[in-house]
């Protein structure tokens, strides 16, 4: 006999109590609409989802993010994402067919939403037809909103049918096994609510698959919705990190290390830091005492934050240059009338081979590096600013940066009149 599965969990958080939704959602329901034109919220919205994500097992992580998509940070209502595959192998898993992505924010009334919905056509597990494993019309949703009065998450996840060697298979009920010996063990709906200092998320997942033959554990039809509060003011947009290097040898790479990211609604005022004792890149830059950190909190009247970015001790060619003491900061203020304010106090660097560095900010080290300080720009709402920026002279033109803070903050939208307009003139 083949039925349709379809297995739900909802939650509502109302101060400190939680409590079940009823009814429960579904699918149809929660991913029906359609964004609408974009509008200004209180909230910080967050979504994403992928096909298939393969969490441990023998074979590399080959089937990671499939059709992935995401909606980073936003305050906005009728922002909206799609993604598509059509035909793609799932290294240990199968094949996967009409992976479909879409994310999108809403806004009807006082109830504001985040939401993110997946579905996967056809997946097909196993080569023999005799115990080929085949499931169709998997889909997956997560919601977490806010309906004016608490923050609540609702989601789901179905399959239309399940069939091994051309025969139809009834389904379990949500958070029951499936096990089909020498081929998979299935799991039906996986869901978790996890309950923020100011706000909700919501994970679902429409199956949890271990393949025996491979030895892999996957999530598939993955969606994920957040929703909190903060956005007052001010929308923040930055990051601190300790370094960065471009144009290096192909084995001696480093992306922006430790990286900070900012909250779009900041951090409540405290500062979140990330830290690495020390960074060792092929023994030919050794960066010691490497640290970041952002900070933001806002009130109606304004929106006040900064990013840095430092650097304890970089030795760079066993020796041939030392630097010390290199911290870069960003920070930027926005209040509710529209004014900007922007600098890098606290920018500072110490000592380069043992000596002070040089008070117009360049120093030539020949045959070594160039070396410039403090390099600041202004961007659209905030700043940029680089503690130092080794350019290397040995051909390579490499570069290599020390202390990177960035931050922005875009009016909330929130604002009416005249205060909106000056704002919307501003960098």
């Given at each position: 006999?083949?039925?349709?599965?379809?297995?739900?969990?909802?939650?509502?958080?109302?101060?400190?109590?939680?409590?079940?939704?009823?009814?429960?959602?579904?699918?149809?329901?929660?991913?029906?609409?359609?964004?609408?034109?974009?509008?200004?919220t209180r909230f910080a919205l967050y979504s994403s989802s992928y096909g298939s994500r393969v969490n441990r097992g023998d074979l590399?992580?080959?089937?990671?993010?499939?059709?992935?998509?995401?909606?980073?940070?936003?305050?906005n209502a009728g922002v909206e994402r799609e993604n598509f595959e059509a035909d793609?192998?799932?290294?240990?898993?199968?094949?996967?067919?009409?992976?479909?992505t879409r994310l999108f924010t809403t806004k009807d009334g006082d109830v504001v939403s985040s939401v993110s919905t997946h579905k996967i056509a056809k997946l097909t597990l196993g080569e023999d037809p005799?115990?080929?494993?085949v499931i169709e019309g998997i889909t997956s949703v997560a919601r977490a909103f806010h309906d004016g009065n608490s923050f609540k998450t609702e989601s789901s996840a179905s399959i239309a049918s399940i069939s091994q060697g051309g025969e139809a298979l009834d389904i379990p009920a949500s958070g029951e096994t499936l096990t089909f010996p020498g081929l998979a063990e299935i799991k039906f709906g996986k869901f978790t609510t996890r309950t923020l200092p100011t706000g909700l998320q919501e994970y679902a997942n429409a199956l949890v698959i271990k393949v025996f033959p491979s030895n892999t554990i996957s999530n598939i039809a993955h969606t994920t919705a957040r929703i909190e509060t903060g956005i007052k003011s001010g929308v923040f947009r930055g990051f601190g990190a300790a370094t960065r290097a471009r144009g290096l040898q192909d084995n001696v790479r480093s992306g922006r290390t430790p990286l900070t990211i900012l909250p779009c609604q900041g951090t409540n005022g405290k500062i979140k830091t990330r830290s690495i004792a020390i960074l060792n890149l092929d023994d030919q830059i050794v960066a010691n005492g490497l640290k970041s950190s952002t900070f933001g909190k806002q009130t109606r009247a304004k929106a006040t934050g900064g990013t840095r970015g430092q650097v304890a001790e970089l030795n760079l060619g066993n020796g041939e240059l030392i630097v010390e003491a290199v911290v870069a900061q960003a920070n930027v203020t926005r209040t509710a009338d529209g004014?900007?304010?922007?600098?890098?106090?606290?920018?500072?660097?110490?000592?380069?081979?043992g000596e002070e560095f040089p008070s117009d900010g360049t120093l030539n080290i020949p045959g070594v590096a160039?070396?410039?300080?403090?390099?600041?720009?202004?961007?659209?709402?905030?700043?940029?600013?680089?503690g130092l920026r080794i350019?290397?002279?040995?051909?390579?033109?490499?570069?290599i940066d020390l202390g990177i803070a960035e931050i922005r903050i875009k009016p909330s939208g929130l604002r009416s009149g005249v205060n909106a307009r000056i704002g919307s003139l501003l960098n």
């Open positions: 006999m083949r039925k349709i599965l379809s297995f739900t969990t909802s939650l509502a958080v109302a101060a400190a109590s939680m409590v079940l939704l009823s009814p429960n959602p579904t699918s149809a329901t929660m991913a029906g609409a359609a964004a609408a034109a974009k509008e200004p590399p992580v080959g089937s990671d993010g499939t059709s992935y998509n995401v909606i980073g940070c936003t305050h793609v192998v799932l290294p240990g898993i199968g094949d996967a067919e009409g992976v479909y005799s115990t080929q494993l004014k900007l304010t922007r600098n890098a106090d606290g920018t500072t660097i110490g000592l380069v081979n160039k070396l410039e300080s403090k390099l600041v720009t202004n961007i659209k709402n905030g700043i940029s600013v680089i350019t290397l002279l040995d051909g390579s033109g490499a570069e």
